[in-house]
């Protein structure tokens, strides 16, 4: 007999009679919400050649409320499993503290609704904390199936998006990554290559996954020819993130068939991440893109002057007396050099959330006191806005204590992740253990972004969701 609150019906006590599997379904929902919403709606700026960041901040909202409903349904019907507990509380605990570190912020109004054409403020990590908790919720099987379709979708989206921008330089942000050179540089609808290089990481593991273990022999051709549409497309990211990601998708691949025990002829799935990615620096390399004849990574020219600069007024523009930003150790190591100085200067809460250029300011310049903040921000040159070390801007931004929060968080994330694996020997705990473990790895090279951090909090969930059932 169904539960009843009170007198009221059946329906509209759906979620009280909701059972795990139906919740699962449901929750589907929320897991191509987290792929598609920031992509699709970043569609609109990137078309209209328009700033309308908002646009783009209204579908990641629009997502992060179907997820804050999903994760407050699965904590009220205790669908969170017990290996999820420590991952909450830590990213609980993280939560509070960044609301300690808004209160003693630059502008709180920023710290809650982040920066303008970033927007990861306060807000967007309570939608991230959802994302993760309803990951947990969803039963492992269900939930890796649709994100492996998820990733291979939104990969696919952003890569045709990033191809058109490529070879006829129309709808792109990074035309030019100097005020010199055109090199077409891929983004897709993520905001920057670099975003895009992880997005396509994540999309490269599911579409390699799904080449070496579908059942169907339609399946794996669809998979391989996605897999060879995103390592075509990461390389013109030029990008150290993008060479990264092409590498770890090989080994995950290799760790996919091995672990399920796959015959070693599957190996040669990876040549559809080796050959594309030659192809591409062929291309470049033959003159075609942009005025550049020679393939190499711009890294700094990109996170620097093309994205924070120019695109968004949240930075200065470089001082190349202090950085080289051609190259690209130097730029991540004068990156981090700065942040562990602002840090030092302000372990306890950081700078507030999304304000990591604003210690850095010297000057009002030409703009005057009262002039917009990005206006003054501009004026001040060789300041940055994002180190492209998450741990270390998380440390910046809201203070050790979140930093170290985070940390346990993914180390217990994957912890369980690989218990997981070790349990149920199964692909789908593999799966999402290889996503989770790319996402914390790169973010010893880059920063959060809304273009695939929802992504990342999902596999992460998913990766605490319990052990896969032998079916």
Request: net charge positive; aromatic share 12%; hydrophobic share 50%.
């Amino acid at each position: 007999m169904a539960k009843q609150l009170f007198n009221s019906s059946e329906k509209t006590n759906f979620i009280l009679n909701m059972t795990e599997e139906k919740y699962s379904k449901i929750a589907a929902f929320g897991l191509i919400a987290a792929c598609f919403a920031t992509s699709v709606a970043a569609a609109v700026p990137v078309i209209s050649r328009e700033p309308l960041h908002g646009v783009t901040s209204a579908g990641l909202t629009i997502a992060g409320v179907i997820a804050m409903i999903l994760a407050l349904i699965g904590a009220l019907k205790k669908f969170i499993r017990k290996s999820a507990l420590i991952p909450v509380c830590a990213l609980g605990f993280a939560l509070v503290w960044s609301m300690i570190s808004l209160i003693c912020s630059y502008d709180k109004g920023i710290s809650f609704y982040g920066f303008n054409g970033r927007g990861e403020g306060i807000l967007t990590l309570i939608f991230y904390f959802c994302f993760f908790v309803t990951g947990a919720s969803i039963k492992l099987e269900k939930s890796a199936k649709i994100l492996i379709i998820g990733l291979i979708g939104t990969g696919i989206l952003n890569s045709v998006a990033a191809l058109i921008q490529v070879f006829t330089s129309k709808f792109n942000d990074y035309r030019m990554i100097s005020m010199e050179i055109q090199a077409n540089a891929a983004v897709g609808f993520s905001q920057s290559p670099l975003f895009l290089a992880v997005l396509l990481t994540f999309s490269l593991i599911a579409a390699l996954t799904g080449a070496i273990l579908a059942a169907k022999k339609s399946y794996k051709i669809v998979c391989i020819i996605a897999a060879c549409i995103f390592a075509f497309t990461i390389m013109f990211t030029y990008s150290f993130i993008g060479i990264c990601g092409a590498v770890i998708s090989v080994i995950a691949a290799a760790i996919v068939i091995f672990a399920n025990k796959k015959p070693k002829i599957n190996l040669l799935a990876v040549l559809s991440v080796i050959i594309p990615a030659v192809i591409s620096i062929i291309i470049v390399q033959a003159g075609v893109i942009g005025n550049i004849s020679q393939y190499r990574l711009y890294d700094g020219r990109i996170l620097w002057f093309a994205d924070s600069y120019y695109r968004l007024s949240a930075s200065g523009e470089p001082d190349l007396n202090l950085v080289d930003i051609d190259d690209t150790f130097d730029v991540y190591y004068t990156l981090n050099r700065k942040t562990i100085d602002i840090i030092s200067a302000n372990p306890l809460v950081g700078t507030g959330p999304e304000q990591l250029v604003f210690p850095q300011l010297y000057t009002s310049g030409s703009a005057g006191e009262n002039a917009a903040v990005s206006d003054i921000i501009i004026e001040n040159k060789g300041t940055f806005d994002k180190d492209y070390n998450e741990y270390l801007y998380t440390a910046a931004t809201r203070g050790i204590p979140s930093a170290i929060a985070l940390i346990i968080a993914v180390i217990a994330i994957l912890a369980a992740g690989f218990k997981s694996f070790r349990s149920g020997r199964k692909w789908q705990s593999m799966f999402v253990l290889s996503v989770t473990a790319a996402g914390a790895l790169i973010f010893l090279i880059c920063c959060s972004s809304t273009a695939f951090a929802p992504i990342f909090w999902c596999a992460a969930g998913c990766c605490c969701s319990g052990k896969a059932s032998s079916k």
